[in-house]
């Protein structure tokens, strides 16, 4: 591995550029449009940077990255840190309301912005105080305003960079906001070092990316996840990243997998990121491909647990496992995972190496192998802070350990098993349920698509289990059958006391669960039933 020594000189955005300096003509990136070759993508990289250092940007100033994935995404990106700058990479999916508390939040300076999404920025900024300087548009639907600037004619107008910003890995690299599953998201603050520590440790460490491959993944890369997925990772080791404008449904997916889109030109990907969710739905879709349709070698999973019965039924279809991991936008990567020769399906796997993880119980000690405890994890990955929250920042980042939200149990042969979120655990006659437990066992019904399993508050006061179930389109069950299959599944303490069948499921743009919101359904619903 190479050697990063902390508060030396470097700058995450030329380190890609210089290890992909001897293949100019290879494609790092293949969108809807076109491809871009590394050569291309170095000389816009700088191109960006030498254009945002001609608005006056300064060192650590933040600009906002608001953008579908496409060639221009790693461009902005990487040409915003060559510039000492400090890209704001957000959600696509949010609101005005929501763009514009990150404005605010961020001081952001100048915005890059896709013209599909331009409208909702618009709209942001006139709730917002706050004025950026400039906002530049990729591939704009509309004629642009006079504070608004085309991406290509802001790059040609631009001298290329010679030179990037003296930046150390200590120093402020990129933010991400957090999913914002609970309150407002926090901009979580991650230096130049720590896409290379991800990289190196799980990119190389444990997927053992090769220059040979070409890497899809469904998660975008706003997200912590497919940002290593679709940039970090594959320039590390000069691989191609298929990229993807639209939503990961099943049939979007398939196209790309097999190489059908007119920029793919019959290249396939080799590598695929997805989340469980979005693997539930292909295995239920009517245009799966075929085995060897496909030329997938290695396919990765996070977001959520992945059941055991996914990843079997996947791998009997496509004869590749489902290599299942936890990260976590606070650690940028995955640090807890199973490996491409070493999977336990039920489980997420073992310590990435270069990771170190405790659990631990309700009075900061350890717990026990075998039973649930807070999982805390040591990393050289971690994020700096949350920026301007200082309790979050204090609670979440513990001296040298992140503090993740899960509760996790450690197994017999060394590998964790997922119990659900700190918030999400129950207690039923005074025992732990893990709704994951439980929502695993439910989607092992031939008819089950999805579940999400909650505590609700019974007459007597006690917490007991309730479901929702998302039914396979033409399917049908009903609640006794459900709750005699878990029961035959499970002990008899965990099976649902009551079940309610659901068209969908509240979740993030991660494809995260959002239980809470169950949760808070059931209240109201409570409440007004009480008059």
């Not at 990121?273 to 239920?284: D, E, H, R, V």
């Not at 996947?314 to 650690?331: A, K, L, N, P």
């Not at 399917?475 to 035959?488: G, N, P, Q």
Request: hydrophobic share 40%; net charge negative; glycine share 10%.
């Amino acid at each position: 591995m190479t050697a990063l020594i902390s508060g030396q000189p470097f700058n995450f955005a030329q380190h890609m550029l210089t290890l992909n300096a001897g293949r100019p003509d290879k494609a790092a990136f293949l969108d809807d449009v076109g491809a871009l070759t590394y050569g291309q993508l170095d000389e816009r990289v700088r191109r960006l940077a030498g254009g945002l250092r001609a608005l006056g940007l300064k060192r650590e100033e933040r600009v906002l990255l608001l953008m579908q994935d496409g060639n221009d995404w790693p461009v902005s990106f990487l040409g915003a840190m060559h510039a000492g700058l400090v890209p704001v990479a957000v959600n696509t999916l949010l609101t005005a309301d929501d763009y514009a508390y990150m404005l605010e939040h961020s001081r952001a300076q100048a915005v890059l912005v896709s013209g599909a999404l331009l409208p909702t920025l618009t709209a942001a900024l006139v709730k917002s105080d706050h004025e950026v300087q400039k906002v530049i548009v990729s591939r704009p639907a509309a004629p642009l305003h006079p504070a608004e600037v085309e991406f290509e004619a802001f790059l040609a107008a631009h001298a290329p960079a010679q030179k990037a910003a003296t930046t150390s890995g200590d120093d402020p690299g990129f933010w991400l906001y957090s999913s914002g599953s609970t309150g407002r998201p926090k901009g979580t603050v991650h230096s130049h070092a720590n896409p290379y520590w991800t990289a190196e440790l799980y990119g190389k460490g444990v997927l053992a990316l090769t220059e040979d491959d070409v890497c899809f993944s469904a998660a975008k890369l706003f997200f912590a996840y497919g940002l290593g997925n679709g940039l970090t990772f594959p320039m590390t080791v000069g691989a191609t990243t298929v990229l993807m404008g639209e939503r990961p449904t099943p049939d979007a997916t398939f196209k790309r997998w097999l190489g059908a889109t007119d920029t793919q030109a019959g290249v396939k990907p080799t590598v695929f990121y997805g989340a469980p969710t979005g693997f539930a739905g292909m295995l239920a879709h009517p245009n799966l491909p075929a085995r060897d349709a496909v030329a997938l070698r290695l396919v990765s999973s996070a977001g959520e647990a992945l059941p055991a019965d996914l990843g079997e039924r996947f791998q009997r279809h496509f004869g590749v496992d489902i290599v299942d991991g936890i990260g976590s936008t606070e650690m940028l990567h995955i640090f807890l995972s199973n490996r491409p020769d070493a999977v336990r399906y039920g489980t997420t796997g073992w310590p990435v190496p270069g990771y170190t993880v405790e659990l631990r119980g309700e009075s900061g000690g350890p717990v026990p192998d075998g039973e649930p405890g807070d999982l805390y994890i040591q990393g050289p990955s971690a994020a700096m802070m949350y920026w301007g929250n200082r309790d979050k920042t204090r609670e979440t980042f513990q001296g040298g350990w992140t503090k993740s939200g899960d509760k996790y149990v450690k197994n017999a042969d060394g590998t964790y098993t997922y119990s659900g979120r700190s918030d999400d655990m129950l207690k039923v006659s005074g025992i732990y349920v893990s709704p994951f437990e439980v929502e695993a066992t439910l989607v092992q019904h031939p008819a089950v698509l999805e579940a999400a399993v909650i505590g609700v508050i019974d007459a007597d006061g006690l917490t007991k289990t309730k479901a929702f179930v998302v039914l396979k389109p033409g399917a049908e069950t009903d609640e006794a059958a459900l709750k005699a299959f878990v029961k035959d599944k499970l002990a008899p303490y965990k099976y649902p006391r009551q079940i309610e069948f659901v068209e969908d499921l509240p979740k993030t743009a991660t494809g995260k669960i959002q239980r809470f919101k169950l949760r808070d359904q059931e209240k109201q619903a409570d409440a007004k039933a009480q008059g």
